[in-house]
């Protein structure tokens, strides 16, 4: 039987060398704490993080979009019968393609006038922030939860972090660009807001119910 490396392996390969492959993954098992032998599939959505930026790094911008489905696929795809949408972020004219793609999906999904102004604001100020002081990043869109339907948006970056964080969500940072006003705005919209930064990038997810 096909264990679960050899399913990761075979994905990754699509896409990289063989030696790149099985070089992501084993580095991103050893991350994580996890053995090749006794890999689960829940591991797997544990390391999803870590295969999309492999995928980044290593990919190119025309073979993108299918290897990020693949590894959401291969991690634990979507709920409600819907892909999740994955838009690569670097410049300013992103902004307003993430905020419209983010209009659509919520309009499939059936949300209010008001859910979809909450999400598309959301999806606006994390992509602004990537553009400003990240140098661009990832944002994924899609459906979620169980017991209540919740729209579920998923920012990642490889900037240099957000040090000055507890200040910034407290409200007391002050800014001429912007930034503390964007992600404190975002916490407010969202249903459920979780942020982790750091040298390594920042990664923010934010839930609306619908």
């Known amino acids: 039987m096909e264990s679960e490396f050899d399913r990761a392996l075979q994905v990754l390969q699509r896409y990289i060398s063989p030696v790149n492959a099985r070089s992501v993954l084993m580095r991103t098992l050893q991350q994580h704490g996890l053995s090749r032998e006794n890999l689960?599939?829940?591991?797997?959505?544990?390391?999803?993080?870590n295969l999309r930026r492999a995928i980044t790094l290593f990919?190119?911008?025309a073979q993108k979009d299918a290897a990020l489905r693949d590894i959401r696929e291969l991690c634990g795809g979507a709920s409600d019968g819907m892909d999740v949408s994955i838009l690569q972020i670097s410049a300013e004219s992103d902004v307003g393609k993430a905020r419209a793609e983010a209009r659509r999906i919520c309009d499939a999904l059936g949300a209010n006038p008001f859910v979809m102004q909450k999400v598309a604001?959301?999806?606006?100020?994390?992509?602004?922030?990537?553009?400003?002081?990240?140098?661009?990043?990832l944002i994924e869109i899609g459906p979620g939860g169980t017991v209540r339907r919740r729209l579920v948006v998923q920012a990642t970056d490889h900037g240099p972090g957000i040090p000055n964080l507890t200040e910034i969500?407290?409200?007391?940072?002050?800014?001429?660009?912007?930034l503390g006003r964007g992600l404190l705005g975002t916490k407010r919209l969202a249903d459920h807001f979780d942020i982790s930064t750091g040298n390594g990038g920042t990664r923010i997810v934010a839930e609306v119910t619908i």
């Open 169 to 178: 969500m407290s409200g007391r940072y002050k800014s001429r660009t912007g």
């Open 121 to 137: 604001t959301i999806v606006s100020e994390l992509a602004r922030n990537m553009v400003l002081y990240a140098d661009g990043g």
């Open 40 to 49: 689960a599939r829940e591991d797997l959505r544990r390391c999803a993080d």
């Open 59 to 61: 990919v190119d911008a």
